[in-house]
């Protein structure tokens, strides 16, 4: 029985191959020229979204950054290594973004607040931009899964003084690796570019062969025949995931270089194919959304009202107490879960400890068929409903 994959990235092997034989520096500059037409405000690119983070932060004043405890490690990481205070908010447990009444309560003046739009469903950004200036805060928007996702008909990323995405191989536009500063003032942009002219170094022959690697290794992995070994084995000897969340603030290589002509040509290739990714990631999304909607023992994500989500992971909570056990038994059925964050970075945040027990991830990318889909709802549904006995 062949296992649908919690992931497939959205690059193909021609892609690849055509990066490998044909990239040039050029790429880099035509990339960077479409993103800025496609946001309408400039851009610059890193190795990686995390870099992007550190970098604006170092650039900063303020002495403290008000971030969700439901996040990647990579955020609070960043934030101690620019030498930063760390604020933790709890999150609003039916969106997994941050909770705008205990920001309220945690507020602190002159701070920098990161608005974080998990798993591409944007969050109240209205609101916290109206807090952030009323507490004389900069607000920077973490859009590292949230590419091409809106809130009133606006893409996210273009609220703050700046926000951070990235290109990681599982992201809805990737690149490999990589990721880039989207900046609303010109004057930060060109402080910025002073800042990177000096820190930052095109990737050295030896990393750039680990990334083109990487990405031969996941579009094998993939593979049917592949993947049924490889995820039991993946298992056996890390459970739900290799990160448990342990935060430790460490500059390795992703912060000192730039993106690579590689990199930007894989970016430029799935950026003419972006809307119909997003499109289709849509698709899957609205029919988990509709075929889940009366199961009970799961929940599902609630969008905000007036939003478009470009889902990067679509995230569903367990409500029985035994998620190991769920998972088992969806992979035993050819269904395979991702686990996005199995930590909380704070303990004090009850639905953020609450999010990291619970939550699972449906497998979302734009080549899974209408029969996958199928089976996936049937096999949640059947699960939940066994468990219910």
Known sequence: MNII?????????????????????KKIIQFKGELERYFNHQVM???SARAALYYLLRAMPQETII????????????????GKKIIYVDIDIHTFNMD??????KMKPDSIIIATHQYGIPCEIDKIAELAQKNHCVLIEDCAAAFGSKIGGRLVGTFGLA???????????????????????????????????KELHQPNPIFMAKIILLLFLHKIVTLPVVY???????????????DQGEIRPYKDELYRYSLSSFEATIGLLNLKRIDDIIQRRWEVAHQYLQGLNETKGLGLPLLPRHSFCSFMRFPVRILSRNRDGFYLRCLEKGLDLGFTYTYSCSKECRNSLLAASQVVNLPMNSHLTDVEVTKIINTMKEIVEAESL
């Open 100 to 105: 705008v009444n205990d920001l309220k309560v």
């Open 228 to 242: 049924n070994f490889f995820i039991r084995t993946f298992y056996r000897k890390f459970g739900f995931s290799m």
């Open 163 to 197: 926000s951070i995405f990235s290109f990681e191989f599982t992201k809805v536009l990737s690149a490999g690796r990589g990721g880039f500063i989207l900046f609303k003032e010109k004057a930060l942009y060109e402080k910025m570019k002073l800042l990177f002219g």
């Open 5 to 25: 994959p919690r992931h497939r990235i959205e690059i193909r092997f021609s892609s690849i191959l055509f990066a490998l034989l044909f990239s040039r520096a």
């Open 67 to 82: 971030v969700p405890a439901y996040t990647c490690k990579v955020v609070p990481e960043a934030g101690f290594l620019a």
């Open 45 to 47: 690119f890193l190795q």
